[in-house]
Structure formats: structure tokens, C-alpha cells
């Protein structure tokens, strides 16, 4: 009984080893949670800064179910299904992207710079012989790939765990959530989509911590006093700095939500907010980190009274920016608190601290620099601002540029309203969507019809339209909204002028609600029976562009109409208006003339004006 205590003993303590010898980031309890929070809240203050999604606003109070972590662990994790508002699957993602923790662990690293070999995965891994025998090699692969997934899906190989909740797996289940057919598996997509997004954020926050910029894998101390019964012994281990474990103090010491308050690098903001793409945004933060601040395990340079610093990690090969100096470059150095300033976009950041054994008992490196918690809390004063303000342009990039079009029709004989979705393609969405979920009708500000689209177009017959009413729509899916221009649509018919013979109800006309410059602009219609086709009849278009509606035409007329007999006597015709460049116009006027004379009568259908907005 004794043997087999012992053996369970031993193997408990080697489990117990395997699992606090992996890596760590900024932790999923805490700081990854503050991060995804604050970077969405940023990201909703420069809503209407963003061309590419107006007309967006967004619900996040909006309750979805989806896939929880709910009981954590370094092997594997309990996962049930669980209902959260959308900024709680955001905020979610932060904590889940860390479980199972002993496997995410080695897949949270990006080097820019390639310092090993050019391999941007984590390669500093301490007894990795020793971990590989309980959780499998090295997966080889660096955070951005993990995060993005955008060089193809991860499931196979070398990475035994999949990755589901990628942002690549996030813009895949929005596109599911839209073209959904019903609410309930509408919500289910997007609560995928949302934790998606939360677990991108977490591994985008990766980016503004320098061991996980800088291949430092700083494994924490193994700390068995408590589970093994002997009082101090960690402790004593953990005298030993450096030989179990090398924890950075930056991710140990950075957990309260003030820590987060500080000034941005705005030189760094301004050129993520130029990036093209999910994957530059990632590089140039990590670039930035990586090139202007240490980890405990990479600090390299010159020190006070020139003794040379070589890093704990990788000493013959350390990064060579930045380099440790008392003065000049940058730096400076305060003799009462052993402190080595750096200049960091114009803030003077504390970088890490001279340390002697009798000021610092329980580290027994000597003269050598380290980060205490000082200088955490100082480099992030200006690496997690810089993370928030940048991570709006990172979140832009998963949604879809997505338009509604409304057109209201009013016609002798027809009452109705059409709103298009449109999509336009890029590169996180290359093929496009169609829209088959809720859309909301309001005519003059107040809600009337709700109704699902079918393949990007709903249809609204025998509307309760009268002319003058303003109609705006919107699209509501999972916590995003996409509202239609909040501009006042006018009518096709403003008004009918002149003898009306014949009967005006026998001609029919098509004209887009919406004309943009530099676009042909296509009208169509048809004649029934009653209007004969006079051999010298005229039929006529008069259009132009004017800033005023009240103005005539100022591009004169289109004598030319095209047409031809049809079925059931109609005859049809068509037109294509080229659509000049006209900077400062703010309506397109037209009116449709038909004029037929006939001995001493003269007939004509005349004043058919139409008023519509220009893009």
C-alpha cells in the first residue's frame, strides 16, 4: 500500500511538473478579458470612422447560444453549451483561446524577427524532451497562423489540435449566420462567430507582449510546497531563479484593469489603421513590441560602468534592438533606483533595473539587469494602450461590407418596397453573401414590417406607402445591424403635368431609386394598346444633374428612345444615360414626354418627373 502511495505520488508530482512547465501569456482570467473588452469598446467609439462598414451599429446585449469553456484544465477542458450576450462571447474567447492550456500554451508566439534560424514559432521550450513525452513535439506553428488561419485550415499533421476558433473560422460562421434561413441556427453561427473574434483578440493581445514577440518561453517556477506538504521548499526552489522555471514578470505582474490606462504609440496605431490585411496588422504590432521592449529573458546591451549584458535566453544570438546603454540612443539611467530609461515614441519607459544581491535577496543574478514590477507596469502603460487603440482596426476586417438598398415605389397601380442587400467582396470575404435573414421596414421612423430576405432581396407588396413617406430599413442578425442611408427617398412620380391622353395607367417605368456618378443609368418601361405609335409621334428624355430640385435640366434632352412590339400589343422601350462626373450635384431630374399630333389634335402624356438622390 505504501509502494503504490509512493508511485502515485511520484507520478502526480511529474503530471504536476509537465503542466506548470508550459508557457503562459497575459492570463485568460483576467487581462485577456480586460483586452477583448476594452478593444471592442474602442472599436464601437470609431463606429462612423469606418467607411467600409456605414451603416453598421451593433446590439451585443443581443443572447446567444453557443459552445462554453466551462471547466478549464492543462490536458483537456469541459466544454457545454451555454447562453452569453454577444460581448460576453467576445470577452469569452479571451478565456477559452488559452484551454486546454498545456497545448495552447506552445501556439501563442510570433517572432518577426526570426531570431532562431528564421522560424517565427516558439523554439525556446525548456525540457522540451520532457514536455514532448506528455503533450506531443513542438506543433511548429507561430500565433498568427493560429490566430488567422488564412494560409488554410489547421486539423491535420504536426497540429494535432484543431483549430475552431479562428478568425478565419469567424468570417466562415457570419457567413452561415447570414445566409441562415432560421433565427435559431442564425444565432447559433453567430455566437460561434463572436467567441471566434474573442479568441483572435486574445492571440492579437499576444502581440503586445514582449516574450511572446521575443521566442522567450519563460515557463513559470514549478511551486510544490502546497500540493507536496513541505512548507518552503518552492520557495527555496524558487531561489534558484532560473533553473525550473523563468517566469516573465511582465504577464505575472500585469492583471488589474488600471494597468491597462497609459498613452498609445500613435506612430504604431496610425500605421496598423493603413494595413491591408489581418496578417500585417498582427506583424507590425508584434514588430513594434518586439523592437522597443525587453523581456526578463532577452535583455541585451551595455550596463552601468560597461559591463556587457547577454540574455538568459539565447545568449550568443541575442535581438539587437533594443540595446541596453546608460546613456545616449534613448536611454538614461537613475543611480537611486538602478533604473535604465528607454525613449519609446516620445514617453521615457522604465526598461528594467540593475540588481545586487543584498538589494535583491532572492535573485542571485547578480549585477545583471532585470523587469521587476515597475517596469512591467511602465512598459505597459504603453504597450496595452497601444494594443486597445489598434485592435478596432483588426476587428473592421471581420465583418462584410454590407449595403442596403431601399426602393420605394409608387405607381398608378403599385405599392410597393424593395430592399436589396449588397455585398461587396474583399479579401476576408471573397465570394459573395446572400442575405436570407430578418430585415426591419420603418416608414417615417416607426417599425412596420419584419420579414425575412430571400438570396439578398426582400419584397414588400401592397405596401401601406403613401408618397412623401420616408422608408428606411434595417438588417438584424446575432448582434449586427445594418442600417439602410438614413437619407429622405423621394418618389418615381413627383408630380404629373399636362393632358393626360391617353390613359396614363397604361404605361408602365423602371428608374433606379439611386443613381452614383460615373455609372450608366438604365431606364425601361413599356406602352400598352391604348397609346398608339404615331408615325410622326416624338418620344423624348429629358435629364440632368442639379443641386437644386426646384431647377430645370441642365444637360439638355435624349431625343432617341429605343423600342419594339412586344406581347399583348405592348410596346417597349430602353435607355442607357451615360452619367457624367458632376462634383457638387445633389439630384438627378428626369422626365419622360410622349407627343403624337394627328391632323389638328395634338395628344401627349407629359411630366412624368422623377427626383433621385446621386451618390
Not at 506531443?136 to 490566430?147: F, H, L, R
Not at 504597450?383 to 461590407?401: A, C, D, E, M, W
Not at 438614413?486 to 393626360?500: A, C, H, N, P, Y
Not at 450608366?520 to 394598346?529: C, L, M, S, Y
Amino acid at each position: 500500500m505504501k509502494i503504490r502511495n509512493i508511485v502515485l505520488f511520484v507520478l502526480g508530482v511529474a503530471v504536476y511538473f509537465i503542466a506548470v512547465m508550459v508557457v503562459k501569456s497575459w492570463d485568460n482570467r483576467d487581462m485577456h478579458l480586460y483586452l477583448n473588452e476594452y478593444m471592442m469598446q474602442k472599436f464601437l467609439s470609431k463606429l462612423n470612422d469606418f467607411d467600409e462598414l456605414k451603416g453598421y451599429e451593433f446590439d451585443l446585449t443581443t443572447k446567444l447560444t453557443g459552445e462554453a469553456v466551462l471547466e478549464p484544465g492543462a490536458f483537456s477542458c469541459v466544454q457545454q453549451s451555454d447562453v452569453k450576450t454577444a460581448m460576453d462571447w467576445i470577452i469569452h474567447g479571451g478565456y477559452s483561446c488559452d484551454e486546454p492550456e498545456a497545448y495552447q500554451a506552445l501556439r501563442h508566439f510570433y517572432d518577426p524577427v526570426g531570431i532562431d534560424g528564421g522560424r517565427k514559432y516558439l523554439t525556446d521550450i525548456k525540457y522540451e524532451a520532457f514536455l514532448s513525452k506528455a503533450i506531443g513535439p513542438n506543433p511548429q506553428i507561430d500565433a498568427i497562423e493560429w490566430a488567422l488561419e488564412d494560409k488554410g485550415e489547421i486539423t491535420s499533421g504536426i497540429d494535432q489540435l484543431p483549430k475552431n476558433y479562428s478568425f478565419r473560422d469567424g468570417t466562415y460562421w457570419i457567413v452561415k449566420a447570414f445566409e441562415a434561413k432560421n433565427e435559431t441556427d442564425r444565432n447559433i453561427f453567430m455566437a460561434k462567430a463572436w467567441r471566434s473574434l474573442g479568441e483572435t483578440l486574445h492571440l492579437y493581445g499576444d502581440m503586445g507582449l514582449p516574450c511572446h514577440v521575443r521566442n522567450d518561453g519563460h515557463p513559470p517556477y514549478i511551486g510544490l510546497s502546497g500540493n507536496i506538504g513541505l512548507p518552503g521548499l518552492s520557495e527555496w526552489i524558487d531561489w534558484y531563479y532560473g533553473v525550473f522555471g523563468e517566469p516573465d514578470p511582465t504577464e505575472d505582474f500585469i492583471r488589474s484593469r488600471t494597468q491597462t490606462h497609459g498613452t498609445a504609440c500613435n506612430e504604431v496605431v496610425q500605421e496598423i489603421a493603413q494595413a491591408t490585411s489581418a496578417r500585417d496588422i498582427f506583424h507590425i504590432m508584434a514588430t513594434f513590441t518586439n523592437n522597443n521592449f525587453f523581456s526578463d529573458g532577452t535583455i541585451y546591451g551595455t550596463g552601468r560602468n560597461g559591463y556587457s549584458v547577454k540574455p538568459l535566453a539565447r545568449p550568443n544570438n541575442p535581438y539587437t534592438s533594443p540595446v541596453l546603454s546608460e546613456s545616449g540612443g534613448g536611454w538614461s539611467y537613475d543611480k537611486k533606483t538602478y533604473t535604465y530609461y528607454y525613449d519609446v515614441c516620445g514617453q521615457k519607459v522604465k526598461m528594467c533595473k540593475d540588481c545586487y544581491y543584498f538589494d535583491h535577496k532572492w535573485d542571485w543574478r547578480g549585477k545583471f539587469p532585470h523587469v521587476d514590477k515597475e517596469c512591467s507596469e511602465s512598459m505597459a502603460s504603453v504597450l496595452l494602450p497601444t494594443v486597445i487603440n489598434s485592435g478596432p482596426y483588426l476587428i473592421k476586417r471581420f465583418f462584410p461590407k454590407i449595403e442596403l438598398e431601399v426602393i420605394p415605389v409608387i405607381e398608378a397601380m403599385t405599392r410597393e418596397i424593395i430592399v436589396k442587400v449588397k455585398h461587396t467582396t474583399n479579401d476576408e470575404y471573397k465570394s459573395e453573401i446572400k442575405y436570407n435573414g430578418k430585415i426591419e421596414v420603418f416608414i417615417n421612423g416607426k417599425k412596420k414590417y419584419t420579414e425575412n430576405a430571400k438570396d439578398g432581396e426582400l419584397k414588400i407588396e401592397n405596401a401601406v406607402l403613401n408618397s412623401g413617406d420616408k422608408v428606411e430599413a434595417r438588417l438584424v442578425c446575432g448582434g449586427i445591424i445594418v442600417n439602410s442611408e438614413k437619407s429622405d427617398f423621394e418618389w418615381r412620380i413627383i408630380r404629373q403635368t399636362g393632358e393626360l391622353t391617353p390613359d396614363p395607367n397604361d404605361i408602365e417605368i423602371t428608374v433606379p431609386s439611386i443613381a452614383k456618378f460615373g455609372e450608366n443609368f438604365h431606364i425601361e418601361g413599356k406602352w400598352g394598346q391604348n397609346v398608339a405609335l404615331y408615325p410622326d409621334a416624338t418620344y423624348s428624355i429629358m435629364a440632368g444633374w442639379v443641386k437644386d430640385t426646384t431647377q430645370l435640366w441642365s444637360l439638355g434632352s435624349f431625343d432617341e428612345i429605343f423600342y419594339q412590339p412586344g406581347p399583348s400589343n405592348h410596346h417597349y422601350f430602353r435607355l442607357d444615360i451615360p452619367i457624367p462626373q458632376k462634383s457638387g450635384a445633389k439630384y438627378f431630374k428626369l422626365q419622360m414626354s410622349l407627343k403624337a399630333s394627328m391632323e389638328d389634335a395634338t395628344y401627349w402624356l407629359q411630366g412624368r418627373i422623377y427626383k433621385i438622390p446621386v451618390k
